[in-house]
């Protein structure tokens, strides 16, 4: 069991004792609130450290102008993504070739037959037959992947392979 005698016989010995504990408990209490607060200046200063500021003032006035002008660009740039948004289609984006021996006397597959196509299947067939005295140029207009001009064989099977991307 405690013997408490020995406090009254020494009170001023368990006032500093008990003064001693009290001080030791707060100095660590306040070295975890210093630490914490370190880690909250240093996340502070990586997270305002692009700023030049003098006062909390100045710094909030350059992030509002810089949130503006971001607000101002992402405007421009969705109107921007919206005008692409509406040509994509209609770009050519579908290509497909296929080279052939145009005439049995002519060595090589020299001729061919080319597909530039957009998704929606408009665009042309251009085709390109090389002989030994001449190479006579076809161009044939396609929407939606079919042509009003009669079609060769080797036409049709670029045709069907730029629909098929």
Request: aromatic share 8%.
């Amino acid at each position: 069991m405690f013997d408490y005698r020995w406090l009254i016989e020494n009170t001023y010995l368990a006032i500093t004792m008990l003064l001693t504990s009290l001080l030791v408990i707060t100095n660590l209490l306040v070295f975890c609130r210093l630490r914490t607060t370190r880690r909250l200046v240093r996340f502070y200063e990586q997270l305002l450290g692009d700023y030049q500021a003098s006062n909390i003032r100045e710094l909030l006035q350059q992030v509002s102008k810089l949130e503006k002008d971001n607000h101002r660009d992402l405007d421009r740039l969705s109107s921007r993504v919206a005008i692409l948004e509406q040509r994509l289609p209609n770009l050519i984006n579908r290509l497909a070739i296929r080279r052939f021996k145009g005439f049995p006397d002519v060595g090589g597959d020299l001729s061919f037959s080319l597909a530039l196509l957009s998704d929606q299947g408009n665009g042309v067939v251009i085709t390109g037959l090389h002989g030994r005295e001449e190479t006579r140029l076809y161009a044939k207009p396609v929407t939606q992947y079919t042509s009003t001009y009669q079609l060769s064989e080797e036409e049709e099977e670029v045709l069907k392979s730029a629909r098929n991307l």
